[in-house]
């Protein structure tokens, strides 16, 4: 059974930083392409970025709202993805979720921007 | 950066049919698009539906059925049950990065 399971969330103030984890099961992580989704309360989702299979090159590519705050990293010994957040802005308020770019997804981690 | 659209809202009967429509503000959707279609309900995470224009989850109910049509990607509807009321967003894939849709709710009345 494929599990996606987000961690690392919670409340950070504006300026912060964060690092949101996606540890993984049931596939092959190394051949797998990885992404990360958000969703602000209340409205659509955004996608983030993803990040390729080292085989594919391990290449990363960013949406241009987040290109420079947000870096995507992963560890295919650990099965885990990483999502790194810097300088966080109270826009940023939003659960986060990882997928298999993008087919199956995990629950999400509420991240809250507030001082 | 693309703009992806997709119907506010559209509301269906139970056992009619509804057209989901997905476009594309850079032209026509096509298939090198990779068309995804995803279904979310109130207080759960998305689930993939519809991958690379009409290609269905282990999970995808019969009812549901992916298509590019005039220059826009679909997800048809047929035969709408109660369950099936959520909210419904298109992905569409460029070089070096995926865009979302606003979202579609669908209302099964």
């Known amino acids: 059974e494929v599990q996606l399971v987000e961690s690392g969330g919670g409340l950070v103030k504006p300026g912060g930083s964060l690092r949101l984890s996606c540890v993984t099961s049931g596939f092959k992580f190394v051949h797998k392409w990885m992404g990360w989704v958000r969703q602000t309360p209340g409205k659509g989702l955004e996608w983030i970025g993803r990040?390729?299979?080292?085989?594919?090159?391990?290449?990363?590519d960013y949406a241009e709202a987040g290109r420079g705050r947000f870096t995507i990293s992963r560890d295919d010994s650990r099965n885990t993805v990483y999502l790194q957040i810097n300088s966080l802005r109270t826009d940023d308020t939003a659960i986060y979720y990882c997928?298999?770019?993008?087919?199956?997804w995990g629950q999400g981690t509420l991240v809250t921007v507030s001082s | 950066q693309a703009v992806v659209t997709q119907e506010p809202s559209l509301t269906v009967s139970p056992g009619g049919t509804v057209t989901l429509t997905c476009g594309a503000s850079?032209?026509?959707?096509?298939?090198?698009?990779?068309p995804y279609w995803f279904q979310q309900k109130p207080g759960q995470a998305p689930r993939t539906l519809i991958y690379?224009?009409?290609n269905k989850q282990s999970w995808t109910p019969a009812r549901f059925s992916g298509s590019l049509l005039g220059g826009k990607a679909t997800l048809t509807l047929s035969g709408a049950q109660p369950e099936d009321e959520a909210d419904y967003y298109c992905l569409l894939s460029y070089s070096g990065a995926r865009v979302f849709g606003g979202g579609t709710k669908v209302t099964v009345l």
């Open positions: 990040i390729k299979s080292r085989s594919d090159g391990g290449t990363r």
């Open positions: 997928n298999t770019d993008p087919r199956d």
């Open positions: 690379d224009t009409n």
């Open positions: 850079t032209g026509p959707v096509t298939s090198d698009h990779y």
